[in-house]
């Protein structure tokens, strides 16, 4: 089994930093993409970023040049900097994995969530 568990979710004042983390424990033989997404209130879940095994990252129009994605293969770990907060960034964030795990199975796993509230 696989899981993602996100970490370093909370408050945060308009133009502050938090820092994500999520790591991937179990059974895990090959890890893909990874990236973050959020939902706010009464929104669909959307795209934050995203960041290829090779290194390639894109993000949303709405955090480019605020946001930073970044991985550690060694730790099983994606890492989600978010700098000049503003209050619509207000959401729960999800990470999410392509993982080949147990089984020899390649599939999409998804992280429970933290919440990030920004304002003052």
């Known amino acids: 089994q696989v899981q993602l568990v996100e970490s370093g979710g909370g408050l945060a004042q308009p133009g502050g930093s938090l820092r994500l983390s999520c790591v991937a424990s179990?059974?895990?033989?090959?890890?893909?993409?990874m990236g973050w997404h959020r939902q706010a209130p009464g929104k669909q879940r959307e795209l934050v970023a995203t960041i290829s095994n090779t290194g390639i990252a894109n993000y949303a129009d709405s955090v480019k040049g605020r946001f930073t994605i970044s991985r550690d293969n060694a730790k099983n770990m994606v890492v989600l900097q978010m700098n000049s907060l503003k209050p619509e960034d207000t959401a729960v964030y999800y990470c999410?994995?392509?993982?080949?795990?147990?089984?020899?199975?390649?599939?999409?796993?998804w992280g429970q969530g933290t919440q990030v509230t920004v304002s003052s």
């Open positions: 999410n994995a392509d993982i080949l795990g147990f089984g020899m199975r390649r599939l999409d796993y």
């Open positions: 179990g059974s895990i033989f090959g890890l893909y993409g």
